[in-house]
């Protein structure tokens, strides 16, 4: 929450809820009617001399002032130029970049269904996505037990360089196929932004249902496979070729042959 109670010449205080629920009082007393209530994270800002007997000053939602009582509250106002700008930097990432990423995946997929960005090129490069987040997973299901039983800390390490390498090697064949079938940075960054949480929502929600069971667990399995009705769909409508592999260019060479060249590509030999 954004509540601006300073001019620019004003010495500023901030202050960040640190509990879950803070009540605001309509005036700075606890015996003072609540007319409100701030969450956790949620950040107050105002000018040092309003602060009351430890009351802060705040806006809520409707536009009512009220007071909150500063033991709720973190006081985080920077001091110095590099904390400010370091503050102000970390509190619009905070505040707006989720905003902004949820964004961006719903306009990447809109794009994506009208045929403006190559989301997913075909069945591979969406498996390929998903084991991005799934390989981890298998890699030390498969190769847990032998870790455990040689006890080795070498054995370890190489282990999971070695997994760590398969993922950069997917990591790269991703951006570089997501290129080629966008042909802009920016159709790419986008479409990297669409597929890759996709793709991990799809994988965490398969891990979760195929994951053994627990007691209490079976509320987060039903919501694993409600996410998984949600993306599959969208994926599907996201994938340009429906096909195991696309061959984009084979496809191209056949459309520039004349047609008798095209029957005796196509003519079985005898």
Do not use: C
Request: charged share 20%; hydrophobic share 50%.
């Amino acid at each position: 929450m954004f509540v601006p109670f300073s001019s620019l010449h004003a010495e500023r205080s901030i202050f960040k809820v640190k509990k879950e629920a803070v009540n605001v009082r309509a005036k700075p007393s606890l015996k003072s009617q609540v007319i409100g209530q701030l969450s956790e994270g949620d950040y107050i800002f105002t000018e040092k001399e309003k602060i009351v007997n430890g009351w802060v000053p705040v806006k809520i939602g409707n536009g009512a002032k009220g007071y909150v009582k500063t033991l709720t509250l973190e006081d985080v106002t920077p001091h110095g130029l590099k904390e400010t700008l370091s503050f102000y930097f970390n509190y619009f990432i905070e505040k707006y970049f989720l905003t902004t990423f949820f964004l961006l995946i719903v306009l990447g997929i809109i794009l994506g269904f009208t045929k403006v960005v190559v989301v997913f090129r075909d069945y591979r490069d969406v498996t390929v996505n998903a084991s991005l987040i799934l390989f981890p997973f298998i890699a030390l299901l498969a190769g847990g037990h032998i870790l455990i039983y040689f006890n080795s800390n070498l054995l370890y390490k190489a282990y999971f360089v070695i997994v760590a390498l398969v993922e950069l090697g997917m990591l790269i064949w991703i951006i570089i196929n997501t290129y080629r079938d966008n042909g802009s940075i920016v159709k790419t960054l986008l479409a990297l932004i669409t597929k890759i949480p996709l793709t991990t929502l799809f994988a965490l929600a398969v891990l979760e249902v195929f994951s053994p069971g627990e007691k209490g667990k079976k509320r987060d399995k039903t919501d694993a496979i409600a996410i998984l009705l949600l993306i599959l769909p969208l994926i599907y409508g996201l994938v340009r070729h429906r096909v195991w592999k696309y061959s984009g260019e084979v496809e191209e060479e056949m459309k520039e042959l004349s047609p008798e060249e095209l029957v005796k590509t196509i003519k079985p030999k005898v």
